[in-house]
């Protein structure tokens, strides 16, 4: 069998695309996501002031406090360096080897999780440029900590200084929105009655996020509004979802007849 045609599941057979082709897409999307954010920079009064509309509107419709979730982190130091870490160094690994797995193992699943991906990654950067936001960890008004800061390991420097990252592309957020892409994307991609435990991937960041006072509740709920309408738009294809019908009556036909003997 060629090694391109391997099962992406039971019954079907679809064709890998060509790898050095794929590398550079998604070697193209981290990019994106990486250096997109930083196109547009110099808005910090802008960005603190949509930080105070965002934590009032946060107040105005009643959603529970940043503060509740950290109050829990701060209770001991190790956790909150472990929800530190957690941010710093899960996001792009995990995402990046729920590609390869999907790439080696369901090409067609992992073909439409690329274009998700691509699509809500670009709908963000649009945000990021239209809607400069500062997280919580700089907003006095919240009275949250910068654990990163104070604990560590922290993965920004100064914002006037910072030069890899906008630290006012809080809205929406990537970290949430891929993690839920991911979780969403093994529970469609695996058949096991215990699939729906990758769910704890998204879930855990969300805690992580917030947390941390890295981002606001706002900014996963428009993540994950982001991801509604890709996932809306972008189907998975026929052969990606279920085994073609002429790979199922063949065997119907051999149990009908072995119970006929």
Request: glycine share 8%; no cysteine.
């Amino acid at each position: 069998m060629d090694a391109r045609t391997e099962p992406a599941e039971e019954g079907t057979a679809t064709p890998r695309p060509p790898l050095v082709r794929e590398f550079l897409l998604v070697a193209g999307l981290f990019m994106v996501y990486k250096w997109g954010r930083l196109l547009e920079t110099g808005h910090t009064a802008e960005a603190f002031r949509n930080a105070r509309r965002v934590w009032d509107l946060e107040r105005d419709v009643h959603l529970p406090g940043e503060g509740l979730v950290q109050s829990l982190l701060l209770h001991d130091g190790a956790l909150v360096h472990l929800a530190n870490t957690y941010y710093a160094t899960v996001h792009f690994p995990a995402t990046a080897a729920f590609l390869v797995w999907l790439y080696l193992r369901r090409p067609g699943h992992y073909v439409w999780a690329r274009r998700v991906l691509a699509a809500v990654t670009a709908a963000a950067l649009v945000l990021h440029l239209a809607f400069p936001l500062a997280p919580p960890r700089m907003l006095a008004a919240t009275g949250l900590v910068d654990t990163g800061r104070v604990y560590g390991p922290s993965v920004y420097g100064s914002p006037e200084t910072d030069q890899l990252a906008n630290q006012f592309a809080a809205m929406p957020s990537l970290h949430f929105g891929w993690a839920l892409m991911v979780g969403i994307g093994l529970v469609v991609a695996t058949r096991s009655r215990l699939r729906w435990l990758w769910l704890l991937h998204p879930s855990l960041t969300l805690l992580v996020i917030v947390g941390t006072a890295n981002h606001y509740w706002l900014d996963a709920l428009v993540a994950a509004a982001l991801l509604g309408g890709a996932l809306a738009v972008i189907r998975p294809t026929a052969r990606t979802t279920a085994p073609p019908a002429r790979a199922v009556l063949p065997a119907q036909r051999r149990a009908l007849v072995e119970a006929g003997r």
